[in-house]
C-alpha cells in the first residue's frame, strides 16, 4: 500500500493522559498537513510541514499539542493532559508540491473518555 | 478568513439519475481553488474535482462536473448517472492561491451526506 498510512487507526484513552499518533506520508510527497474532524463538521486545519520545517500552526493547535516530522519523512501528532474535547478523527495528508493533489490518510479517530 | 457553506446536510438520489451539491464561499482574495472531495463511510478522503478560479471553464471529470460562478461565489458539483458507491459524504473545500501565509491549509465546509437509492 503506498498510500498515506495513520497508526493507530483508533485509540481510546483516558482524561489527562499523553497520546501520540503517527503519519507516514507517501514516499517524496515533501509536504504534510495535519487535520482534525469533529463528528458533523468537516475538517479543521492544525498545522503543515514542509520536508522537517513546521510552517504553520492553526490557532486550534494549543500548547498540548505538539507535531514533529523529523528527517521529512513521518510525523507524530502528541497531545499532552487529554480532554474531552479533544475526541476527534485526526486526519493526515501529504502532497508533492503546493498545486498538486492532497491524499489523506484514513485517520486516526480518538476518544478521549 | 474565508468561509465555505454547504447548505444541505442531507441530499438523495436515485440510481442512475442527477444530483446537484451547493457550496458557496466567501473569499476577498481573487487567486485561489476549490475542490470537492467525497468521504466514504471508510472515512479517507478522495479528491473528486478541483476548479481554479482564474479559468472561467468549468471543470468535469467524468460523471462529475462544475458549475462555477465566481461573481455568485458559488461552486456546484453535478453528479451524473448515480451510481451506489457514489454515497459518501462530500466536502466542498477552499484554498487560496499560490502567496503568502495560508496558501496550503484546505477550508472545509460541513459536508453533505450524499444517499443513492437503488
Known amino acids: 500500500d503506498t498510500g498515506v498510512s495513520q497508526n493507530p487507526r483508533h485509540k481510546i484513552t483516558k482524561r489527562g493522559q499523553n497520546v501520540t499518533f503517527r503519519c507516514d506520508p507517501i514516499?517524496?510527497?515533501?509536504?504534510l498537513y495535519w487535520y482534525r474532524q469533529t463528528l458533523g463538521q468537516g475538517p479543521e486545519f492544525l498545522t503543515y510541514?514542509?520536508?522537517?520545517?513546521?510552517?504553520?500552526k492553526s490557532r486550534l493547535l494549543s500548547d498540548r499539542f505538539s507535531a514533529e516530522r523529523p528527517k521529512g519523512s513521518f510525523s507524530t501528532l502528541e497531545i499532552q493532559r487529554t480532554e474531552q474535547g479533544d475526541s476527534a478523527m485526526y486526519l493526515c495528508?501529504?502532497?508533492?508540491?503546493?498545486?498538486?493533489?492532497?491524499?489523506f490518510g484514513q485517520g486516526t479517530r480518538l476518544t478521549v473518555v | 478568513a474565508q468561509t465555505v457553506t454547504q447548505s444541505q446536510p442531507e441530499m438523495s438520489v436515485q440510481e442512475a439519475e442527477t444530483v446537484t451539491l451547493s457550496c458557496t464561499y466567501d473569499?476577498?482574495?481573487?487567486?485561489?481553488?476549490l475542490f470537492w472531495y467525497k468521504q466514504p463511510p471508510s472515512r479517507q478522503m478522495i479528491l473528486v474535482i478541483r476548479?481554479?478560479?482564474?479559468?472561467?471553464q468549468n471543470a468535469t471529470e467524468n460523471r462529475f462536473s462544475v458549475n462555477f460562478q465566481k461573481a455568485a461565489k458559488s461552486f456546484s458539483l453535478k453528479i451524473s448517472d448515480s451510481q451506489l458507491g457514489d454515497a459518501a459524504m462530500y466536502f466542498c473545500?477552499?484554498?487560496?492561491?499560490?502567496?503568502?501565509?495560508?496558501?496550503?491549509?484546505?477550508?472545509f465546509g460541513k459536508g453533505t451526506k450524499l444517499s443513492v437509492i437503488p
Open positions: 514516499s517524496e510527497h515533501n509536504r
Open positions: 495528508a501529504s502532497s508533492l508540491g503546493l498545486n498538486t493533489e492532497a491524499f
Open positions: 476548479q481554479e478560479a482564474y479559468k472561467q
Open positions: 510541514f514542509q520536508n522537517e520545517a513546521q510552517l504553520e
Open positions: 473545500a477552499y484554498r487560496r492561491g499560490n502567496s503568502g501565509a495560508g496558501s496550503y491549509q484546505l477550508t
Open positions: 473569499t476577498s482574495e481573487s487567486d485561489y481553488y
